[in-house]
């Protein structure tokens, strides 16, 4: 059996993973097996695998729940009453997104007011967004 | 809080006498929290857990319910006293086995308990005598509040609470209770309300959770889904199945009172004999026995006043609070002498069953028991 990613050597890393309720087979030679980190549990990237270089990263950050949500939807709807949160809100999260949502939409309209050249509004804008900044936490 | 003083009293949920605490022993609601842009735990690499739990741990040792409270990071707690930890149910078995980076605070009447970099950042559990899960939810619901407004937890607009495993996704929300149902057990219908209970969505496990036996008639229930359902719901739903898993396991002790009264004197008379006179005694069979004891309390069949004993003895003969009480490492032979030395110590005190009592019950014709005082 020939390794899957160079196509030449023989495979001698077989994985096998479950996804979506179909099963996945990938099989790696040595030395493909070892540059995807395959034989490094540590290293081992089974996003870098799936999804490409990068996917590490958002794991990494914490935005797993972005990167695998495709699949993670159908797993969801198997495991829960419904597909959306709908009780606690953390009162502080809610408030940043609710910040983040208002300097979206003001710097949208900084930009709208920037290319009308209506330069009084765009600095009533700029005066909002500076305040605004003052307000959201550093960590975002 | 050091740990002996721990070690030296019982947990208030243990001691507490909580509504239907004669079915319902406790009841726990736990959170789980992480921290927005930071790897889970499983994912993290040690020195982020350990950068991890040096910002939470101040955070939750500053909060007003955690005055003089036990804080230890698990790699300085040798590993019996982790195991007395779970035990008490203090901490989770996956908890127990961690090291490097992970930590635990428990509050000083042992009702708050909160582990840090377990499957998540947090798991902050709530732990109240009988029936309570709305009080246990309470109480983890305001230091989830509290901790929030210092700590920024990865939340979700649409998925709510973002968790390692997406099982808990949602609330992050575990509610459970733990059932004794001998009645249940010995008219042979546990079986029927196991799967009754699993059909709506509800689990049932063994005395410790995920993947463990159930020993000595004792059963968890919990809920099974965390996301598409408000916390308040959920643990409505729960409490209303468990009043009716209750009610259920009273109507099988009454049918086994007047229907098979011989099986349950016999039964509790073996229970007492061997308890009183055996010298070796496996933790398993300790449970089972003490199980038919806690019955016979319940059923008026030994006095009242001697419930607590009983209920101390549920914990105080696991193996890790055995070794800890003699201070020496034993093995399995030994622990087993040692239980069934405690136990008989212990039952001295006890008079015989009295099986008048118990025998006087179906007479009355009545549906409640003198002890079902609830």
């Known amino acids: 059996m020939l390794c899957d990613v160079c196509k030449c050597n023989d495979a001698t890393v077989f994985l096998t993973q479950i996804l979506e309720g179909k099963m996945q087979k990938v099989n790696l030679c040595d030395a493909c097996s070892k540059e995807k980190g395959v034989q490094d549990p540590t290293g081992f990237a089974l996003a870098d695998l799936l999804l490409g270089i990068g996917a590490a990263e958002e794991i990494e950050k914490g935005a797993c729940y972005v990167t695998f949500a495709e699949g993670l939807n159908v797993l969801l709807k198997a495991m829960h009453k419904g597909t959306e949160h709908v009780g606690k809100l953390p009162e502080r999260a809610h408030r940043v997104m609710q910040l983040n949502h208002r300097m979206r939409a003001l710097t949208e309209n900084l930009q ?3 290319a009308e050249e209506n330069y009084e509004t765009a600095a009533s804008l700029r005066d909002q967004i500076k305040q605004l900044q003052g307000d959201l936490p550093n960590s975002s | ?36 842009s930071r790897p889970f735990p499983g994912w993290a690499k040690k020195a982020e857990r350990t950068s991890i739990l040096e910002l939470v741990r101040p955070r939750v040792e500053e909060l007003p319910e955690m005055q003089d409270s036990f804080s230890e990071s698990l790699q300085d707690l040798s590993a019996l006293d982790r195991q007395v930890l779970v035990e008490r149910h203090l901490i989770s078995r996956e908890h127990a086995a961690k090291g490097v980076g992970s930590a635990v605070v428990i509050n000083r009447r042992q009702t708050l308990s909160i582990m840090i970099n ?23 619901d305001k230091i989830d509040s509290a901790l929030e407004s210092k700590l920024e937890f ?30 249940l057990v010995l008219s042979e219908l546990i079986n029927q309300v196991i799967q009754a209970v699993s059909k709506i969505g509800l689990a049932v496990r063994g005395l410790y959770g995920e993947g463990t036996e159930a020993m000595g008639n004792l059963f968890q229930i919990s809920n099974q889904t965390t996301l598409g359902e408000r916390e308040d719901d959920i643990i409505n739903r729960l409490s209303k199945v468990i009043e009716t898993i209750i009610e259920k396991e009273h109507d099988a002790r009454q049918v086994l009172l007047q229907k098979k009264p011989n099986t349950l004197s016999d039964q509790i008379g073996r229970a007492y004999g061997v308890l009183t006179y055996a010298h070796a005694m496996a933790s398993k069979e300790a449970l089972n026995l003490l199980s038919i004891i806690k019955l016979g309390v319940d059923l008026g069949a030994f006095p009242e006043e001697r419930r607590f004993s009983i209920d101390e003895l549920f914990i105080e003969t696991q193996p890790a609070h055995l070794q800890k009480t003699s201070q020496q490492k034993l093995n399995a032979e030994e622990r087993d002498h040692l239980r069934a030395q405690i ?3 212990r039952l001295k005190l006890f008079p015989r069953p009295d099986i008048s009592k118990l025998a006087r019950e179906p007479g009355n014709g009545s549906a409640n028991g003198p002890s079902n005082n609830e």
């Open chain 1, 112 to 114: 709208k007011a920037v």
């Open chain 2, 343 to 345: 136990i008989r110590e």
């Open chain 2, 1 to 36: 809080m050091k740990f002996s003083n721990v070690l030296a009293t019982a947990g208030e949920w243990l001691r507490g006498e909580g509504p239907h605490h004669q079915v319902v022993i406790s009841s726990r609601v736990r959170l789980a929290r992480n921290l927005r």
């Open chain 2, 154 to 183: 990865a939340y979700d607009p649409r998925l709510g609470y973002l968790t390692a495993c997406p099982t808990n996704v949602g609330t992050g929300m575990r509610a459970s209770a733990m059932l004794h149902l001998p009645g």
């Open chain 2, 118 to 140: 377990e499957e998540d950042h947090l798991r902050m559990q709530s732990i109240r005598s009988g029936l309570q899960l709305k009080q246990a939810f309470k109480l983890v």
